[in-house]
């Protein structure tokens, strides 16, 4: 049963990226098609963009309910089994953690995105005025770009505040802020079932939480804003769109190693360093 479970997660979750990667790579290829962009075009491409969107997000809740799936299954009682199969169904059997999970990451995932421009207050720019936008109103720029970078939506919600939506931001807000908010919560289980009279093994082990600032992918926000200040609000979010991939290529190998360190400590917690049998 555990087993079908654990395939069936996988499955699932596989067939999510999929369709994330898929949609925008069908999009990507049939913009990418279009020679000459007319109105009547235009109007075609900017339903698709829609549809688009919907099914990368749709991929998205498809994908983390692959994931979880597999990682809450029965818990595993092999030695075979990795370290995530016996550890993860342990900590997040206890419904605080999830909770802290996922509280974490949405609260990373906004300032992740206020920083990345994803989400955009300027109350010293009258959006109205400077960019002639209708309040409310989601203007959608159906080309040119790479792969993951088109369809772009431009939501103006008042004058002030807005949303600047690219499809490969949305999935990096999305991956790191579930990285964190797993770091978190893993991190805090581990605090708070130290074992008792926990001394410099304990404390070394904690170390790991650096990865929740070491490895800020924000970082790249912080410091390409300051760069190009003088700039429009489109041009500084277009900027971070194109260099947040290489912060995030390092940012994401960092964060996964913290909290894979973080699940053998708590591995070696629970099962100390004898084979488990059935």
């Known amino acids: 049963m555990m087993g079908r479970s654990l395939r069936g ?28 962009l007319t109105n009547s075009i235009s109007q075609v491409l900017v339903s698709f963009s829609y549809l688009t969107l919907g099914v990368m997000l749709l ?30 169904p342990k900590v997040f059997g206890v419904r605080k953690y999830s909770w802290m999970l996922l509280l974490s990451a949405v609260v990373y995932g906004l300032f992740y995105a206020v920083v990345s421009s994803i989400i955009i207050y300027r109350p010293q720019e009258n959006f ?35 949303l600047l939506l690219i499809p490969m931001n949305m999935l990096i807000l999305i991956a790191v802020s ?7 919560a893993l991190v805090s289980y581990e605090f708070e079932n130290r074992p008792r009279g926990a001394g410099r093994w304990w404390l070394a082990g904690l170390g790991a939480i650096t990865g929740l600032f070491t490895a800020c992918p924000t970082c790249a926000g912080l410091f390409l804003g300051n760069l190009v200040q003088g700039v429009g609000t489109v041009a500084i ?42």
């Open 9 to 36: 997660g996988v499955f699932t979750a596989a067939c999510g990226v999929t369709t994330v990667f898929g949609s925008l790579l069908m999009y990507w290829v049939l913009a990418s098609s279009v020679r000459v």
């Open 59 to 88: 991929g998205v809740l498809v994908t983390f309910y692959g994931v979880w799936e597999s990682l809450s299954s029965a818990q595993a009682v092999t030695n075979n089994e990795s370290s995530l199969r016996l550890v993860l």
């Open 178 to 184: 579930g990285l964190v908010g797993l770091n978190v």
């Open 128 to 162: 109205s005025q400077e960019y002639f936008a209708v309040i409310p109103s989601v203007v959608v720029a159906v080309c040119c770009g790479n792969l993951g970078f088109i369809p772009v939506f431009t939501v103006y919600l008042t004058d002030h505040l807005g």
């Open 237 to 278: 979010a277009t900027v971070l769109a194109g260099y947040q991939p290489f912060f995030i290529a390092i940012a994401f190998p960092a964060l996964i190693a913290s909290n894979i360190l973080i699940v053998r400590r708590l591995k070696r917690l629970f099962y100390g360093s004898c084979s488990l049998t059935r």
